[in-house]
């Protein structure tokens, strides 16, 4: 079955800076890629999502680029901000099921 | 406003106890799913329903089994807790099969057995 690899499992930034989050999959077969944003005492919720025929999508300061030679896609958050601090996750699937497929999560911390 | 409520935000049973954990979305949603949460382990399928009283195992689904009676509903049932089943639980549920739709989750129930 499908294997999602997320990295790094904790990331401290200041407010103002970038933030990159990296995840690799192993089923080529895979053609969704969600990310999810989980706040204390919530479930996740969905921030962005990119398909396999999309390298690159944006939605205000976050983006997600996926490549699909290499297997892994990764989410940019610019310019983040104290409420940016949560536990993100990001996700896989195949067209073939319903069912995705999480990584372990990335817990951020943005410092004021 | 899309919702997918689950019944108990916290709770603790005793070793041995059955328990149950309801989840109810109101988005007339066909698939629905179950969750456990644990630290460094992210989330892990334990159940999931593409349609009323249809179920499939997910990656963990030993000590656990679920009821679909309705299609808003979604119940998890732990047929003799035991302390390495303390965890969050979260409940999920998208559309329909084979279209990149969203999941929505509810807000988790936190189960400690003792």
């Known amino acids: 079955g499908e294997n999602v690899e997320q990295h790094p499992s904790t990331l401290s930034v200041q407010e103002g800076d970038s933030a990159v989050i990296k995840c690799t999959y192993s089923d080529s077969a895979s053609n969704y890629f969600p990310w999810y944003k989980q706040e204390l005492g919530k479930g996740p919720q969905l921030i962005i999502d990119?398909?396999?025929?999309?390298g690159e999508k944006k939605d205000q300061r976050i983006a997600v680029t996926l490549n699909k030679t290499a297997k892994h896609f990764s989410l940019h958050i610019t310019e983040t901000q104290p409420e940016d601090s949560a536990v993100y996750f990001c996700?896989?699937?195949?067209?073939?099921?319903?069912?995705?497929?999480f990584g372990k999560g990335t817990m951020l911390l943005v410092s004021p | 406003d899309v919702k997918v409520t689950q019944s108990s935000r916290y709770l603790v049973k005793r070793t041995g106890e059955k328990v149950f954990l309801e989840c109810v979305q109101d988005m007339d949603h066909e698939n629905m799913f179950w969750y456990r949460q644990d630290p460094g382990l992210g989330l892990r399928l334990i159940y999931f329903s593409y349609d009323v009283k249809m179920k499939e195992k997910g990656d963990i689904p030993e000590g656990y089994s679920v009821s679909r009676e309705k299609k808003e509903r979604f119940s998890l049932i732990l047929e003799s807790a035991s302390t390495n089943q303390t965890s969050m639980y979260l409940c999920?549920?998208?559309?329909?099969?084979?279209?990149?739709?969203?999941?929505?989750f509810g807000q988790g129930t936190r189960l400690t057995v003792v």
């Open positions: 996700a896989s699937r195949n067209s073939g099921y319903s069912t995705l497929t």
């Open positions: 999920a549920s998208s559309l329909s099969l084979g279209v990149h739709t969203e999941a929505f």
């Open positions: 990119i398909r396999s025929n999309v």
